[in-house]
């Protein structure tokens, strides 16, 4: 029997090689930081790093390390527990707290990724009765989420209010409405319009958004008014794992009583939820992370859009830059590597097609010296290539 399903896999596979598309992992030797080694054929290369969710540069946090580790000798590896069956530690807690603190929301409940929090967001919540209003390009994890439920689905073009209009009047029959956005497209920075009642998932915003990095809710002046927000603990807040739900406490009660993700799988180590714990604590105590993360994003892109780049407009730490050819972007990638610059070229069906990219993520952790290194190869691999005149 396997014999024609290899087949069938093989010849799959190498459809995707042919359309370019074959995803190849790079394997990095050091800590996660915005100098990093990576594995070469001739032994280790030293490359800057501009494609990390690591906004905030917590990924080699001493403080984090220091707070992961007093938390392992002191309550263990694992915690071998799914929450409503043999309960959960004090850190878990304490950690979900510091979220709702951190949001102004009123309760908070992990999960062990964000991807999982999505998942589990809408069956919970919402019938055949209620509608699920969903911008075009939201996360995998939302539409997986969306699809779980038996809420009648309506889909808006991107960031579009009109047509977001129109897709809530065809929706008005419905029990109850809610609009599922992302809080920044993480293909293309931009930050989502809010007006109405929403769901949004702060992956990529919380930690990089707003003067204080508290998210699209501080962006928008709508501290603790959103309903339901979902997050992750593996970007901004420190890069490891776990994710969460925050918001209004009956929603967060149902959750906890029905959302599959949560019931059927084991809690977060307790180290990650000290160390997380702390990423609160740092953020809370001055604004220093979180000004170097805004200075840094706007320098790289006016220095970008200056050379001649084709940018997306952003409010957030990513730049897009725009070469539309999935081909060239992975190219341009591969020479920027040899120039030093770790970089990821993303095409269909990451983007949509025609929209292949490269996506430049800033840190707080970047130095001037390393942006400028950044914009000096681009330069360099943008004239070589054409991209640039
Ligand atoms: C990264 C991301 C997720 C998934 O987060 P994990 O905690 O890694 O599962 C979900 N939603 C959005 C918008 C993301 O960018």
Redesign the pocket.
């Known amino acids: 029997m396997y014999q024609d399903f290899q087949k069938h896999l093989q010849a799959t596979l190498q459809q995707i090689k042919d359309d370019g598309l074959y995803k190849n992992e790079r394997v990095i030797i050091t800590p996660q930081s915005s100098a990093i080694q990576v594995k070469g054929e001739n032994g280790p290369v030293d490359v800057i790093n501009f494609c990390a969710?690591n906004y905030l540069g917590l990924a080699d946090n001493k403080e984090l390390i220091e707070a992961a580790k007093k938390r392992m000798d002191e309550r263990g590896y694992g915690m071998a527990s799914v929450r409503f069956i043999c309960g959960t530690q004090d850190t878990h807690k304490m950690l979900e707290k510091a979220i709702s603190d951190f949001f102004g929301t009123e309760d908070t409940i992990l999960y062990a990724?964000?991807?999982?929090a999505?998942g589990g967001l809408f069956e919970p919540l919402f019938t055949a009765e209620d509608a699920i209003i969903s911008d075009a390009l939201n996360?995998a994890?939302?539409i997986d989420g969306v699809r779980l439920c038996k809420a009648v689905r309506y889909r808006y073009a991107n960031g579009d209010m009109e047509d977001l209009e129109k897709q809530l009047q065809a929706a008005q029959a419905q029990r109850f409405r809610i609009i599922a956005t992302?809080g920044v497209f993480?293909m293309d920075g931009n930050v989502c319009p809010l007006d109405a009642m929403v769901m949004v998932?702060e992956?990529?915003s919380a930690g990089v958004v707003g003067k204080t990095c508290h998210g699209v809710t501080e962006q928008y002046n709508l501290r603790g008014k959103i309903e339901v927000l979902?997050g992750?603990?593996?970007?901004a807040f420190g890069g490891s794992?776990?994710?969460f739900t925050t918001g209004k406490k009956e929603i967060i009660d149902l959750l906890r009583q029905r959302s599959r993700p949560y019931l059927f799988s084991n809690s977060i180590p307790p180290m990650v939820a000290a160390a997380a714990l702390k990423t609160f604590e740092l953020l809370t105590r001055d604004n220093k992370l979180q000004d170097t993360l805004h200075d840094n994003t706007n320098y790289f892109v006016e220095k970008m859009t200056a050379a001649g780049f084709d940018i997306k407009p952003t409010q957030s730490a990513i730049c897009a830059v725009m070469l539309y050819d999935a081909r060239l972007s992975q190219e341009f990638a591969a020479a920027l590597q040899e120039e030093g610059i770790y970089v990821t070229g993303f095409y269909y069906p990451v983007v949509p097609q025609g929209q292949a990219r490269i996506r430049v993520q800033l840190s707080a952790a970047h130095t001037r010296e390393q942006l400028d290194k950044g914009i000096a190869a681009f330069v360099k691999v943008g004239k070589r290539l054409g991209v640039l005149k």
């Open positions: 969710n990724a964000c991807f999982d999505n996360h994890s939302i992302d993480s998932d992956s990529h979902t992750t603990l593996g970007k794992v776990g994710g």
